[in-house]
């Protein structure tokens, strides 16, 4: 029997996309979520046996421990996990309060690190942790002190995640997402013109990049942060905001 795979914040947007390619791929699939009416809705649109969806906060370590025990019970032992960072907010330096970066580590770095702990302590013969950011943790720029910060530490908690645990069928690994929207406020100031493609990322080619991760073809990337930009890192960002 297959292990079955997590993802959290999996009710909306890109992680409603990474639970549907996980689906399609073959595994049994937990969709945690904070908000019940995007559950509620995922779960309409969702129709197979082998998917639950369970509402849980992902910041909350009870509630996290809890809805994994619902996983094993109903689906079996983790084999793979996804975590969304989902704190995304925008704001200059002097806009940007002690509370905002609290709640940005703890959204894109604890609630993540409660995830992995969760599926390290309920995981099957191997265990693959797919972490999901954005490029702000990788490059500095406007109005993303907050996020920058705890999307940086992601990274490095993956990396050493995949360090300690590399001896024992875990890997872990993360993504640097491009922005989805480029027309968005809120990108830190990236606009079309600062990503070679030109396009912000469709949903499913982040999905694709984590199912890929998660897969057997994967099996000798481990502590690496695959960047899914459309070349915004390699084309470098300048200083003007145009």
């Known amino acids: 029997m297959r292990h079955s795979a997590v993802v959290i914040g999996g009710a909306s947007g890109v992680g409603l996309a990474v639970a549907e390619r996980l689906i399609a791929d073959g595994w049994p699939v ?20 082998d998917v639950v969806f369970i509402e849980a906060d992902p910041t909350d370590e009870d509630d996290i421990a809890e809805a994994f025990d619902q996983v094993v019970d109903r689906l079996g032992l983790v084999g793979g996990l996804v975590s969304m ?12 309060s002690a509370e905002m970066l609290r709640e940005a580590l703890d959204v894109n770095l604890v609630a993540p690190f409660i995830a992995a702990r969760a599926a390290l302590e309920r995981m099957g013969a191997s265990l693959s942790i797919v972490s999901i950011g954005t490029v702000a943790g990788l490059r500095a720029h406007h109005g993303q002190l907050a996020v920058a910060a705890s999307q940086a530490g992601l990274k490095l908690m993956s990396e050493v995640l995949a360090l300690e645990y590399a001896g024992r069928g875990v890997r872990v690994n993360a993504i640097a997402a491009g922005p989805a929207d480029m027309d968005v406020a809120g990108n830190g100031g990236i606009a ?7 396009r912000g990322a469709e949903p499913d080619e982040i999905a694709a990049a984590a199912a890929f991760l998660l897969s057997p073809e994967a099996s000798y990337i481990n502590g690496h942060t695959l960047a899914v930009d459309g070349g915004f890192l390699a084309g470098g960002l300048s200083g003007d905001r145009s």
């Open 85 to 96: 960072a989902g704190f995304a907010r925008s704001a200059a330096i002097e806009d940007t």
């Open 192 to 198: 079309r013109h600062h990503v070679p493609q030109g």
């Open 30 to 49: 937990a969709v945690i979520d904070d908000d019940g009416g995007a559950l509620e809705a995922a779960e309409d649109q969702i129709d197979n046996d």
